[in-house]
C-alpha cells in the first residue's frame, strides 16, 4: 500500500531562517510524482511545488525547493528566507502516476514562522 | 480563471437532514476529486470522476454518500440522512486529467460542514 509519512506535526522557524520539512513515502511503483501543498488558515489548498520521480534535478519554485532523494523514498521541502505569510500546514502527496488519479496525503506539518 | 468553486462554504444541518455540496471545477478540467478533512483522519478522498465518469468511490464511506457529476462543469456530493460524525470540511479538486503530466490538483476554498 501507498503511505506517505510526515514525521514532524509540528516545526517553527524564524523570519528570514530557513526550514525543511521531511516527508518519506512508500510505493513499488517507478513513474509517480510528489507534490507539496500549502494550507494557511484560510484552509485553501495551495499547491506550493511538484517533482517528477523520473527527474534527478530537484523543483525548485522561488524560495522553495525539495530534496529529492529517490533511492531512499525521501521527498523534503526546504523553505528558504521565512516569511510570516509562510505560516500554515504542510502537507506532502504522492501520486504513481499510472492511470489513477489521486494522491495520498501526509498527516501533515503545522509550520509557524515567528517575527 | 476563477479556479475550482465550491458552495456553500458553510453548512449547518441538523442531524438526519440531507445535505448537498456543490462543485465547478475549472474549464478544461477533466478530472475531479471530492476529499474529506477532519483532524482525526486528515485529508481522505471519497470518490474521484475522469470525463464525468465515476473511476473510484472506495473511499466513500457508507451508502449515506453519495456523488454525481452530470456534466463536465458540475458535480455534487449529498449525504443523506446527516451524522454529526460527517461534520468536516469538504473540498472538490480538479485536475487536467489522469494521464501522465496531469497530476496537479486544484482545491476549491472547501465546505465546512457541521451537523448538530
Known amino acids: 500500500a501507498q503511505t506517505v509519512t510526515q514525521s514532524q506535526p509540528e516545526m517553527s522557524v524564524q523570519e528570514a531562517e530557513t526550514v525543511t520539512l521531511s516527508c518519506t513515502y512508500d510505493?513499488?511503483?517507478?513513474?509517480?510524482?510528489l507534490f507539496w501543498y500549502k494550507q494557511p488558515p484560510s484552509r485553501q489548498m495551495i499547491l506550493v511545488i511538484r517533482?517528477?520521480?523520473?527527474?534527478?534535478q530537484n523543483a525548485t519554485e522561488n524560495r522553495f525547493s525539495v530534496n529529492f532523494q529517490k533511492a531512499a523514498k525521501s521527498f523534503s521541502l526546504k523553505i528558504s528566507d521565512s516569511q510570516l505569510g509562510d505560516t500554515a500546514m504542510y502537507f506532502c502527496?504522492?501520486?504513481?502516476?499510472?492511470?489513477?488519479?489521486?494522491?495520498?496525503f501526509g498527516k501533515g506539518t503545522k509550520l509557524s514562522v515567528k517575527p | 480563471d476563477a479556479g475550482v468553486i465550491q458552495s456553500p462554504r458553510h453548512e449547518v444541518t441538523e442531524m438526519g437532514q440531507e445535505v448537498t455540496l456543490r462543485c465547478k471545477p475549472i474549464?478544461?478540467?477533466?478530472?475531479l476529486f471530492w476529499y474529506r478533512q477532519t483532524m482525526m483522519r486528515g485529508l481522505e478522498l471519497l470518490i474521484y470522476?475522469?470525463?464525468?465518469?465515476?473511476?473510484?468511490d472506495s473511499g466513500m464511506p457508507e451508502d449515506r454518500f453519495s456523488a454525481k457529476m452530470p456534466n463536465a462543469s458540475f458535480s455534487t456530493l449529498k449525504i443523506q440522512p446527516s451524522e454529526p460524525r460527517d461534520s468536516a470540511v469538504y473540498f472538490c479538486?480538479?485536475?487536467?486529467?489522469?494521464?501522465?503530466?496531469?497530476?496537479?490538483?486544484?482545491f476549491g476554498p472547501g465546505t465546512r460542514l457541521t451537523v448538530t
Open positions: 479538486a480538479s485536475s487536467l486529467g489522469l494521464g501522465a503530466g496531469s497530476y496537479e490538483q486544484y
Open positions: 510505493t513499488s511503483e517507478n513513474n509517480y510524482y
Open positions: 517533482q517528477e520521480a523520473y527527474k534527478q
Open positions: 502527496a504522492h501520486n504513481y502516476g499510472g492511470s489513477q488519479g489521486n494522491l495520498i
Open positions: 474549464s478544461g478540467h477533466n478530472s
Open positions: 470522476f475522469n470525463n464525468n465518469v465515476p473511476i473510484d
